[in-house]
């Protein structure tokens, strides 16, 4: 059923990731090529809870924050690409490697995560991606991380 399918929407995520507001970080994935490739698309906007403190006066999305949105739309790649879709999913974080910020982040981008997977395949739990995040095609933020991935039974 899921391998036709190219990208997700809000509604699809949610059916995919357990993650909820105020930390979803992934507004829709598109370009979804089975469990291999993604790219997600995150509106940074100025209502978001951490900005209030990061930084008062002077908004900055945290590097945290990138990665993890990079991570979630490796998980929704997952999830579509190997049909995984209302399933009660959870897949943690083993490692971050060789991860480097280039530029900051602030309401009013669009802040695109383009996945690929490194290493993993269907029925296996570990996965190693190679995200990098960008602003108009400005390099904002690149991670390498490993995930567990943990379907959850019953």
Not at 13 to 33: A, G, N, S, T, W
Not at 34 to 45: C, D, F, H, L, M
Request: proline share 5%.
């Amino acid at each position: 059923m899921t391998a036709e399918l190219k990208s997700a929407d809000i509604h699809l995520i949610q059916r995919i990731l357990p993650h909820r507001y105020p930390f979803l970080l992934v507004d829709k994935v598109v370009d979804i090529d089975g469990y291999s490739a993604a790219r997600g698309i995150k509106n940074v906007t100025m209502n978001e809870p951490h900005f209030q403190g990061h930084f008062p006066g002077t908004p900055i999305m945290p590097g945290v924050t990138i990665v993890e949105a990079m991570a979630q739309t490796a998980g929704v790649m997952l999830g579509v690409g190997m049909d995984m879709i209302d399933t009660e999913l959870l897949i943690y974080f083993m490692n971050i490697d060789k991860c480097k910020f280039r530029r900051k982040v602030v309401p009013g981008d669009v802040l695109e995560m383009k996945v690929t997977t490194t290493r993993g395949k269907p029925g296996g739990k570990i996965f190693k991606f190679h995200g990098v995040a960008s602003v108009e095609g400005e390099v904002a933020a690149e991670a390498e991380f490993t995930a567990m991935v943990d379907r959850q039974e019953g």
